[in-house]
C-alpha cells in the first residue's frame, strides 16, 4: 500500500506531519508492517526526531545553518544561495524505514511516537526560504 | 520476521553489534531477504562501518565530536550538555536496509559481513556519556 | 528480485547510474514496487540527486571535501590519508528506499526520474582518490 502526503511549507524550518502519516496508516487497517516514508525531492530533507522540547528542532535548523552556509562559494546559485545548501542538507538527513505495530500507536495524546520510537516524531525538514509543497511518499 | 536486540552502552563511543544481528538471522533459516535495521533512538546511531581496523571507529567518534562540539550554544541542554549533539549526530547518521544471502555469512571468523559488504560491521553509535540500554529493530 | 550492478570510478565525484538501474528495472517487468539500493562499500557512497544542473555534483563534492578533509590528524591512515576521510562520507551519506511505478519512468530524456523525484539522479559518490570497482545492489 502507498500514499502521497503532501506538506506545505513556509521557509526554512522543521514542519511536523506525524499526526498526517498516523492516520493514513490506520485508514489502511494494518497490523504490523514496515513502514517506508520518503520525500520526492532534494533539497528538503525527511526526518525523525524528538517531538517533546520544541526547542530541539530550532536547534537542529540552527547546527544545519551553520554546517552548510549560505556563503559558501557555490557554483550553482541560478535558483538562489539557499539552493546549494539545500542540496547539501538533503544529503546529510535521510530518513530510515520503519515497522509500525497496530498495538503501538504511531501518534497519540501525550506525542509518543511508537515503533520510531517513544517520543519521537516525523518532520519535514524544508531548507529552502520560500513556501513549498513537499510530496512525501509513504509505503507500508 | 522482526526481532528487537537489547544492546548496553558505557558512553560515546562505537558497540559492534554484528554478532548478535547474525545470530538472529542464522536462527530464522531465511536464505534471501532483505534485512531492515534500526534504532529507536534519536541520541544514538546504528552504522555499518569497517571493522578491519580498530582505530577506525576511534576516528569516527572524534570526527563527529568535532562536528558537533557540546558548546555549540544549543537551547535545548535540560538533558545536559550531551543531548543536543546526539541528536545533531543520529540525524546525520542513518541506516540502510540490505541484502542477505544464507551463502554469505553476516559474520564469521574473519570478521567479514557478507550481504553489507565485505569487512564491513555492524554498530551502535552511543552518542550520550552514562550508560544507555538501546532497543535495535531487525526486520526481514 | 535483486541484481548487482559494477559501477566503475576513476577518482574522488559522482557518477551517475540512473541509466543502469533503469535497465535494470524495465527488465522486470514490475508495475510499482519498493526499490532498495545499497552500495557494499563504506568509502563510496549512493546518492539521489539533483540532474539537471552539472555544477550541483561538482559543489557537492566540494562540500564533503572540506567537511572531512584529509588533515584531520586521523589514526587510520595505512590505506592512504583519503581513506578515513572516505569511512566519514560514507557515513553521513546513505541512499533511500524509494517506490517504482512503470508509470513514471526512472530514466527519461530529458533527465526526469520519477519515482525518486522530478529532476532527480542516483549517482556513486566516490571518495577514494584512486580508481576502483564498486558494486550496488539492487532490491524490489
Known amino acids: 500500500m ?6 506545505r511549507t513556509r521557509g526554512k524550518g522543521l514542519y511536523p506531519c506525524t499526526r498526517e ?3 493514513w496508516v490506520a485508514s489502511t487497517k ?3 508492517g514496515l513502514l517506508t516514508l520518503f520525500i520526492q525531492h532534494t533539497s528538503a530533507s525527511l526526518v525523525i526526531q524528538e517531538n517533546a522540547d520544541p526547542d530541539v528542532v530550532l536547534d ?9 552556509p549560505e556563503n559558501f562559494g557555490y557554483r550553482h546559485d541560478t535558483e538562489g544561495p ?3 545548501p539545500a542540496h547539501v542538507k538533503t544529503m546529510v538527513t535521510r530518513p530510515h524505514p520503519f515497522r ?6 504511531l501518534d497519540s495524546r501525550d506525542r509518543r511516537t511508537y515503533g520510531a520510537g517513544t517520543w519521537q516524531g516525523i518532520y519535514v525538514f524544508e531548507h529552502r526560504s520560500g513556501s513549498q509543497r513537499r510530496s512525501v511518499v509513504l509505503h507500508l
Chains 1, 2, 3 share one sequence.
Not at 502507498?2 to 506538506?7: F, R, S
Not at 537542529?60 to 552548510?68: G, I, P, V, Y
Not at 509500525?100 to 500507536?105: F, R, S, V, Y
Request: proline share 3%; aromatic share 6%.
Open 82 to 84: 539557499d539552493d546549494m
Open 21 to 23: 502519516v498516523a492516520q
Open 2 to 7: 502507498h500514499h502521497t502526503l503532501e506538506v
Open 100 to 105: 509500525i505495530d497496530a498495538d503501538e500507536p
Open 30 to 32: 494494518t497490523e504490523t
Open 60 to 68: 537542529l535548523a540552527d547546527f544545519f545553518e551553520r554546517l552548510a
